[in-house]
């Protein structure tokens, strides 16, 4: 079981970008997916989660400019993100709780990482 995350870039301060990260492998289920990200001299820290039946959660830093989706037939999770401003800088790493068809149990997976640099 891998994730694989593409979609990050460079983008000017008010600009959009789309993360998506997909799920592939031996896979039974897949829980939660969200997105997390980790800025240079920084902690990683959540930006947003969303259930296998849709529920969401956000960090309070990026209410109301980032949205969190997920098509469950690809096993794939998306992050829009708008109104983008420098302190949005960071790494993101999608993260997703998956129950393997071989490792029958739940187990966090994590994908490689993808650079969102916002000049401004």
């Known amino acids: 079981v891998q994730l694989q995350a593409s979609g990050g870039g460079l983008v000017q301060a008010g600009g959009s970008l789309t993360l998506s990260c997909a799920a592939s492998?031996?896979?039974?289920?897949?829980?939660?997916m969200g997105w997390y990200r980790q800025a240079p001299g920084k902690q990683r820290e959540l930006v947003a989660v969303?259930?296998?039946?849709?529920?969401?959660n956000y960090a309070d830093s990026v209410k109301g400019r980032f949205t969190i989706s997920r098509d469950n037939a690809k096993n794939t999770v998306y992050l829009q993100m708008n109104s983008l401003s420098p302190e949005d800088t960071a790494v993101y790493y999608c993260?997703?709780?998956?129950?393997?068809?071989?490792?029958?149990?739940?187990?966090?997976?994590w994908g490689q990482g993808t650079l969102v640099t916002v000049s401004s």
């Open positions: 993260n997703a709780e998956i129950i393997g068809v071989v490792v029958f149990a739940p187990k966090a997976y």
């Open positions: 492998g031996s896979i039974f289920r897949v829980n939660a």
């Open positions: 969303i259930t296998s039946g849709g529920r969401t």
